[in-house]
T-cell receptor, first 112, second 113 residues
Framework: DAKTTQPPSMDCAEGRAANLPCNHS???????VYWYRQIHSQGPQYIIHGLKNNETNEMASLIITEDRKSSTLILPHATLRDTAVYYCIVRVPLDSGYALNFGKGTSLLVTP | KAGVTQTPRYLIKTRGQQVTLSCSPISGHRSVSWYQQTPGQGLQFLFE???????NKGNFPGRFSGRQFSNSRSEMNVSTLELGDSALYLCASSLGTIQETQYFGPGTRLLVL
């Protein structure tokens, strides 16, 4: 299973871009990178996912390096409500279906 | 569309008892996965059900079991509760094909005394 490495914590000023890095150097060619976030004691919220190309949706942008060994989640204009634990996950393929292997994530604190 | 719902939201049990948790997936979703979250172990995969069959299983003892009904609703059961079973239990639903995204419910917080 491909493992991910994320910094344990980061700070970001409100209104600035938050750039959350993730290392997944052992990712295989058919594994997707997923990002979820969890606000205290709530269920994880899906943010975005990608395979090779950069992706953007209404919440965030995902930049994946050409060699796919790392990625960055970008929240373009962070707000206080973006304070959460952010998980970078490489989807673990099973016989059919898949499980999400959550690590420890990055605790992002957005400050006024 | 309504999101994933879980009942009850909070539960207190004593050691040795058993508990059943319920999860209603997003309409049209056929896959339901269960996860356990504790401060020490983080979020861990329990099992996944698809079309009423357990399709995948994590590394948990047999005291943890589940089932899925024809309407895709799922229940998870834990027998002979231990103090270490105190956790937030989360379920996630998806359409069920290999490419689909999982969407999580709010969780059931179980406290075992």
């Amino acid at each position: 299973d491909a493992k991910t490495t994320q910094p344990p914590s980061m700070d970001c000023a409100e209104g600035r871009a938050a750039n959350l890095p993730c290392n997944h150097s052992t990712i295989s060619g058919n594994e997707y990178v997923y990002w979820y976030r969890q606000i205290h004691s709530q269920g994880p919220q899906y943010i975005i996912h990608g395979l090779k190309n950069n992706e953007t949706n209404e919440m965030a942008s995902l930049i994946i390096t050409e060699d796919r060994k790392s990625s960055t989640l970008i929240l373009p204009h962070a707000t206080l409500r973006d304070t959460a634990v952010y998980y970078c996950i490489v989807r673990v393929p099973l016989d059919s279906g898949y499980a999400l292997n959550f690590g420890k994530g990055t605790s992002l604190l957005v400050t006024p | 569309k309504a999101g994933v719902t879980q009942t009850p939201r909070y539960l207190i049990k004593t050691r040795g008892q058993q508990v059943t948790l319920s999860c209603s997936p997003i309409s049209g979703h056929r896959s339901v996965s269960w996860y356990q979250q504790t401060p020490g172990q983080g979020l861990q995969f329990l099992f996944e059900y698809f079309s009423e069959t357990q399709r995948n299983k994590g590394n948990f003892p047999g005291r943890f079991s589940g089932r899925q009904f024809s309407n895709s609703r799922s229940e998870m059961n834990v027998s002979t509760l231990e103090l270490g079973d105190s956790a937030l239990y989360l379920c996630a639903s998806s359409l069920g094909t290999i490419q689909e995204t999982q969407y999580f419910g709010p969780g059931t917080r179980l406290l075992v005394l």
